[in-house]
């Protein structure tokens, strides 16, 4: 999907929010770019993964582009 931009992806932004069902740990509602490290990585390989996040910029934050991902991705 990333590499074709095929299907197009719905913004996150203009759909309708669920506040009394849904917890939303996350303010911005944008698409996001990338994954999360898994919890426990930062347990079991805490020397890495301190590292990788010191070079995002300090936060594990999955808005903030990988290095690699130049282009936006095609949503409507």
Known sequence: MRRSDYPVVMDRTKLEKFEKDFTYD???LETPVRLRYPILEGKY???????????????????KRMWWDKSDINVK
Not at 45 to 63: F, L
């Open 26 to 28: 996350d303010k911005n």
């Open 45 to 63: 390989n805490s020397e890495n993964y301190n590292a990788a996040i010191q070079r995002m910029g300090g936060s594990d934050d999955w808005h």
